[in-house]
């Protein structure tokens, strides 16, 4: 990037776990972290809508925190810019806030130093940073993401085709990652264990062959995280219960919550989402677009020096 160009970053938000997927599936989803960034003498970041509001405008938010550390991981300095940051995706629902904010600060370290990174390597990093492959890899890829972190190497399975409605209930309040981490059990019984990845197995396959009656009925089958977490969403009982009424597939926990997605055929979705916002009124409905274009980095137009 030079002086005098303007760049656009582009990442998806996402949805993580689909129920027994812990950890290793997510879904890009239609909501955006945009970035519209321009050199400068200095870093200032600059929120421009609420979701984004009490984002720090130095150098001490997420992204910037990221950026800097991708650079400094290829011996680079992340020259000072100023970044204009939009995002319509909630903080602390579930949603991939978090991930979105990652996989943009190492494009922009990418762009700005010009390391030349593939997705392989922006992976690694950003798996490395999150700790897991799914919300992260789904934000960089689009589409759906089956993945594999460990301390040694990153591996992920990416589809771009998935032939399905979602709708998304949105609680007001936050439920943060560390708070649904601690409610999880240390360890599993090995039977339970071996049930459950044989769940998780029954899931991926469902996936991969667009069976979604099947994927929902191991969606509500999920033994590693939901029966833990929904002591934290009252709600999420009362919405997948009302969701299999109506015809949909099924539903899970979006990521940590609070937010619970539900899949319904294809044509279906913004009949489910009508019926379940006069239903759910005190939360946002809405039925969103899986996105499979990932990160996207474009120039936006050419600043003239004065």
């Known amino acids: 990037m030079k002086e005098g160009d303007m760049l656009k970053i582009t990442v998806p938000g996402s949805t993580a776990n689909l129920g027994p997927g812990f950890d290793s599936i997510g879904l890009a989803l239609g909501k955006y972290l945009t970035l519209e960034i321009k050199l400068s003498n200095k870093f200032r970041f600059e929120p421009m809508t609420e979701h984004v509001k009490d984002l720090p405008t130095n150098e001490n938010n997420l992204i910037a925190k990221v950026a800097i550390e991708v650079a400094s991981m290829y011996d680079k300095q992340l020259p000072p810019c100023e970044v204009k940051v939009w995002s319509d995706i909630p903080m602390a629902r579930g949603i991939g806030s978090s991930a979105a904010a990652i996989v943009a600060g190492i494009e922009l370290a990418n ?13 690694r990093i950003a798996s490395l940073e999150e700790g897991h492959p799914d919300n992260v890899g ?5 589409g759906l993401v089956v993945g594999l972190h460990q301390d040694e190497q990153t591996e992920l399975v990416h589809i771009d085709h998935v032939d399905v409605d ?7 309040y936050e439920v943060f ?6 409610v999880l059990p240390t360890s599993l019984d090995y039977k339970i264990a071996v049930e459950a990845s044989a769940i998780s197995n029954m899931l991926v396959a469902g996936l991969l062959t667009n069976n979604w009656k099947l994927v929902g009925q191991m969606m509500a089958k999920d033994l590693f995280h939901q029966p833990y977490r929904s002591s934290l969403i009252p709600e999420i009982k009362t919405v997948q219960e009302r969701v299999l009424e109506l015809g949909a597939y099924g539903s899970a926990l979006s ?3 609070p ?3 539900s899949f319904t055929e294809k044509g279906k979705g913004d009949e489910l989402a009508e019926k379940l916002s006069h239903e759910f009124s005190a939360y946002a409905v809405e039925r969103l677009e899986i996105d499979v274009e990932g990160c996207k980095v474009e120039q936006v137009e050419k600043v003239k020096n004065r």
Request: overall charge neutral; glycine content about 8%.
């Open 166 to 172: 979602v709708v998304v209930v949105i609680p007001k």
């Open 111 to 123: 762009q700005l130093c010009h390391l030349q990174l593939s997705n392989d390597e922006k992976l």
């Open 255 to 257: 990521g940590a919550g």
């Open 177 to 182: 990652t560390s708070d649904a981490r601690n």
């Open 259 to 261: 937010t619970v997605i």
């Open 138 to 142: 789904a934000s960089l890829y689009g």
